[in-house]
T-cell receptor, first 116, second 112 residues
Framework: AQTVTQSQPEMSVQEAETVTLSCTYD???????LFWYKQPPSRQMILVIR??????QNATENRFSVNFQKAAKSFSLKISDSQLGDAAMYFC?????????????FGTGTLLAVQP | DAGITQSPRHKVTETGTPVTLRCHQT?????MYWYRQDPGHGLRLIHY???????DKGEVSDGYSVSRSKTEDFLLTLESATSSQTSVYFC???????????FGPGTRLLVL
């Protein structure tokens, strides 16, 4: 069974600094997508970034970028120039392509605090 | 933002009572999903739908049923609520099977 592991329950970063959140996953599949979702105190789940496993190039969205290491099954999220609004719970998620369901498998989350 | 609403947003109920949560979308997306979020577990899939009247089970479907009579609405029913079903419930939608899922605002359910 596929699993997603986020080993950092909590992280803290100073405003304007850079922080990296870790995620590892376990799968025997070769085709899949990986995601980072952000959940602020409002509880809304917001898509941050998506990575297709067949793409070697790391995805980037403004201040958010990933380091996708397929062989190591690692998918970390880097937040540059951290802002107070980045404070949230961040979830890493995986979905297999071609399975019976488009089921997102989530990690347990990393709570990011941003210090002014 | 994807047009997804959930109702009610908060609900308190008693053990043994039936509860129905509603997810409504204005995006005309084919796929809809129900997840629950619990501390230490992230989000887990309860049921999903791949079209009107087409539904299937997720990994934590026991005690839940769903229905989808219209493209825009996906209902989640707890036939007889238990305290273990106290959770935050999220609806999600996607345009096609492998497209990104977008989430609704969530419903906080407390079963006493």
């Amino acid at each position: 069974a596929q699993t997603v592991t986020q080993s950092q329950p909590e992280m803290s970063v100073q405003e304007a600094e850079t922080v990296t959140l870790s995620c590892t996953y376990d799968t025997s599949e070769s085709d899949y997508y990986l995601f980072w979702y952000k959940q602020p105190p409002s509880r809304q789940m917001i898509l941050v970034i998506r990575q297709e496993a067949y793409k070697q190039q790391n995805a980037t969205e403004n201040r958010f970028s990933v380091n996708f290491q397929k062989a190591a099954k690692s998918f970390s999220l880097k937040i540059s120039d951290s802002q107070l609004g980045d404070a949230a719970m961040y979830f890493c998620a995986y979905t297999r392509i071609g399975g019976a369901t488009n089921k997102l498998i989530f990690g347990t989350g990393t709570l990011l605090a941003v210090q002014p | 933002d994807a047009g997804i609403t959930q109702s009610p947003r908060h609900k308190v109920t008693e053990t043994g009572t039936p509860v129905t949560l509603r997810c409504h979308q204005t995006e005309n997306h084919r796929y809809m999903y129900w997840y629950r979020q619990d501390p230490g577990h992230g989000l887990r899939l309860i049921h999903y739908s791949y079209g009107v009247k087409d539904t299937d089970k997720g990994e934590v479907s026991d005690g839940y049923s769903v229905s989808r009579s219209k493209t825009e609405d996906f209902l989640l029913t707890l036939e007889s609520a238990t305290s273990s079903q106290t959770s935050v419930y999220f609806c999600a939608i996607s345009a096609s099977r492998w497209e990104t899922q977008y989430f609704g605002p969530g419903t906080r359910l407390l079963v006493l």
